[in-house]
């Protein structure tokens, strides 16, 4: 049987010099690496990392943060232990905080439309048109629309 250390190291990608050790095993939707420690036992890869390098996982309160801001990476010298509130500073200092101000409208990784579409689709609406022929139109969820137009999403597009 395979050791816990060597099934976790045979899915990182060691790189060279300095480079971020990367996961190449199971992600979860929040971006971080996976990995099965124990029979049913799933814990996040950079955390369990930090385990193999340290011998111990970190007590309650304590976060495994990443100095590269690299989710998949696995390096334990890119590691390092901090409170939820150390893990916030490190953001803010590095300006990678995800804030609405920061990733609204076009700018957000996740926007199906662009503010020539909500300029349309309000033109629309005050057409009389309802909000599901808009969303066949655009391709997107009639919720997407209404939240357009009662000023949920993209209230800063004029």
Same mark, same amino acid.
């Given at each position: 049987?395979?050791?816990?250390?060597?099934?976790?190291?045979?899915?990182?990608?060691?790189?060279?010099?300095?480079?971020?050790?990367?996961?190449?095993?199971?992600?979860?939707?929040?971006?971080? /690496? *996976?990995? =099965?420690?124990?029979?049913? !036992?799933?814990? %996040?890869a950079h955390r369990v990392?930090?385990?193999?390098? #340290?011998?111990?996982?970190?007590?309650?309160?304590?976060?495994?943060?990443?100095?590269?801001?690299?989710?998949?990476?696995?390096?334990?010298?890119?590691?390092?232990? /901090? *409170?939820? =509130?150390?893990?916030?500073? !490190?953001?803010? %200092?590095?300006?990678?905080?995800?804030?609405?101000?920061? #990733?609204?409208?076009?700018?957000?990784?996740?926007?199906?439309?662009?503010?020539?579409?909500?300029?349309?689709?309000?033109?629309?609406?005050?057409?009389?048109?309802?909000?599901?022929?808009?969303?066949?139109?655009?391709?997107?969820? %009639?919720?997407?629309?209404?939240?357009?137009?009662?000023?949920?999403?993209?209230?800063?597009?004029?």
């Amino acid at each position: 049987m395979m050791s816990v250390e060597r099934r976790f190291w045979e899915r990182v990608d060691q790189g060279s010099g300095n480079a971020c050790w990367l996961w190449t095993g199971a992600i979860s939707t929040s971006g971080y /690496g *996976t990995f =099965a420690f124990r029979h049913g !036992d799933k814990r %996040a890869a950079h955390r369990v990392a930090w385990f193999l390098a #340290h011998g111990a996982f970190p007590g309650p309160g304590l976060h495994v943060c990443h100095r590269c801001d690299n989710r998949l990476c696995v390096r334990p010298t890119h590691l390092f232990l /901090g *409170t939820a =509130a150390d893990n916030v500073a !490190d953001m803010d %200092a590095k300006g990678r905080r995800n804030s609405e101000a920061r #990733h609204r409208g076009e700018s957000s990784p996740r926007a199906k439309l662009r503010e020539p579409d909500i300029v349309e689709i309000r033109r629309l609406s005050d057409a009389g048109f309802s909000q599901v022929v808009i969303a066949d139109r655009f391709s997107v969820h %009639a919720s997407a629309i209404s939240r357009v137009l009662n000023g949920r999403r993209w209230r800063h597009v004029a």
